[in-house]
């Protein structure tokens, strides 16, 4: 049986890891400067959003579903279904949920990674992380089907999409936010 579940659990799960994700910001900008801090702890929450929004059932506790009793009994690799038309978020469509969900980790990625001269092959590496996140959620889904989910292979096509789109907007982003600056100079210190 599955204990926990519904929209309040992934909001209280989101708040928690963000109120974390925030001491981590403030203990790391000590050391590497305000703004990459910043990113890397906003990127980690975003990972830990989408972790609690794709793996924590979103109607309650669904008890027990044993895995012949659920909906679908496979993996769906029909492009763009079984898809519903729509979600509790967004009117648009779930897919445009699952677009939108993977576009702030696609930015935060370039943002914590453009640091470093690297950058140029470690973005892309990043981005096929964020492909095999979704496809690690995609298998989970599948796998517990106390999770009440089904497993799509449209979901894993749509993560990326937004996880490209991300990328995009962070590379748009990195000169304004210059991650490889550590901060303002400290006044020096007088005995």
């Known amino acids: 049986m599955f204990p926990v579940g519904g929209v309040g659990v992934m909001l209280v799960g989101i708040a928690v890891t963000g109120l974390l994700c925030a001491g981590l910001a403030t203990v790391l900008a000590r050391r590497t400067g305000g703004s990459w801090a910043w990113s890397l702890a906003l990127l980690l929450w975003s990972l830990a959003a989408i972790g609690f929004v794709t793996l924590i059932p979103a109607d309650g506790s669904p ?93 894993v096509v749509d993560n990326l999409t937004g996880a490209g789109l991300g990328v995009a907007v962070g590379l748009a982003l990195l000169p304004l936010v210059r991650p490889w600056r550590r901060g303002r100079p400290r006044p020096p210190q007088q005995s």
Do not use: H, M
């Open 63 to 155: 008890g027990v579903v044993y895995a012949d009793q659920r909906y679908y009994n496979s993996c769906s690799f029909d492009y763009g279904g079984p898809a519903p038309e729509g979600f509790w978020v967004l009117s648009g469509g779930q897919r445009l949920l699952n677009v939108l969900v993977f576009v702030p980790s696609g930015a935060l990625l370039v943002l914590v990674l453009g640091r470093w001269r690297s950058a140029w092959w470690t973005v892309p590496l990043g981005l096929l992380g964020l492909g095999l996140v979704s496809v690690g959620i995609e298998a989970t889904q599948q796998v517990l089907s106390r999770l009440d989910r089904s497993c799509d292979v449209t979901d």
